[in-house]
């Protein structure tokens, strides 16, 4: 093999190993269900857990962003096809707005989400979900 190939092998071998699958977009995924939010049913000045879901292997961080404060999320399960990303939050009486951004490459997405915490609860209410891009989760035991 003449110098010329050596660097052909040593370039298509550096692009094979640094490769990465295309940017599945259609594989974010988090909603309000108890499956994305723990507890579904967050109390005022509890802790919530947020999960963010990505296809597996597909980006590089995703951070939790509320009032302008960046969180990276840490990715604490896989299975064959997704990587979950997991966030905590400490909650207060009022609606907190946030949303994530998936880095992947040199590309940023945002998705946005809001975490509603009324003042006040009316009786035998339930969580109420909302658009895509808005959601809210009543507290329970606010009065």
Do not use: W
Not at 52 to 74: G, I, P, Q, S
């Amino acid at each position: 093999m003449d110098r010329k190939g050596l660097h052909k092998a040593e370039y298509d071998q550096m692009y094979i190993n640094t490769m990465r699958p295309i940017f599945d977009k259609k594989a974010l995924f988090t909603d309000m269900t108890e499956d994305y939010v723990n507890p579904p049913e967050p109390s005022a000045y509890g802790q919530v857990t947020i999960k963010f879901r990505t296809k597996k292997n597909n980006v590089d961080r995703v951070l939790f962003v509320c009032d302008n404060e960046k969180h990276l999320m840490l990715k604490r399960e896989s299975d064959s096809y997704f990587d979950y990303y997991f966030h905590t939050v400490q909650l207060e009486d009022r609606e907190i707005s946030y949303y994530f951004e998936i880095h992947f490459d040199v590309i940023l997405m945002k998705t946005s989400s809001k975490l509603a915490l009324p003042i006040s609860k009316p009786s035998g209410s339930k969580p109420r979900l909302c658009s895509s891009s808005r959601r809210v989760l009543r507290a329970s035991g606010l009065s």
